[in-house]
């Protein structure tokens, strides 16, 4: 069994579960009111895969574990998507659009908007990096675009950057 064969990358029932508990340690987070812990997972057979609504009385609103991540309005199932994050995290070397496109089985314009959406959470920083602080170095090979990007940043970064390529 390869890690690919695991159920959160096959099966979208099990990749909502997986990104909710690993992003909703303390119970479902409202991206609308920021209550933890009150949603109720939505479970009729209309509903969308994943729903919760918000129990506040002011809020009552819907969302999804997807809310407020690289994940949102992606038309892509969730399972797929947590191949291709997998994929670009696990290769030394990253892995292309092209690439992407081939083994997930998905066109290359998707696949092209989700590398791109996932590098740039990456690179931005506003999302927590995965297994902790780590090196920034496997990031250093970046665009051109990223790279001028890194010049606007504090004088303290482009420090960093510079001494790790
Ligand atoms: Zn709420």
Redesign the pocket.
């Known amino acids: 069994m390869s890690i690919l064969s695991k159920l959160p990358f096959h099966d979208e029932a099990a990749a909502f579960e997986y990104l909710e508990k690993t992003l909703w340690a303390d119970g479902p987070v409202?991206?609308?009111?920021?209550?933890i812990g009150?949603?109720t997972k939505l479970q009729g057979k209309a509903t969308r895969m994943g729903v919760w609504k918000?129990n506040?009385k002011e809020?009552?609103?819907q969302?999804t574990v997807k809310v407020g991540t690289v994940f949102e309005h992606g038309r892509i199932p969730l399972h797929k998507m947590l191949q291709a994050v997998y994929l670009l995290c696990c290769s030394k070397k990253g892995c292309s659009s092209h690439q992407l496109h081939r083994i997930l089985q998905i066109t290359y314009k998707s696949a092209w908007f989700l590398s791109h959406r996932i590098r740039e959470a990456m690179r931005d920083g506003t999302l927590a990096p995965m297994g902790g602080a780590g090196r920034r170095s496997s990031l250093t090979r970046r665009s051109s675009a990223s790279k001028r990007a890194s010049t606007n940043r504090s004088a303290g970064m482009a420090v960093n950057s510079a001494t790790s390529s």
């Open positions: 409202c991206p609308h009111c920021g209550t009150t949603a918000c506040e809020c009552r609103k969302f």
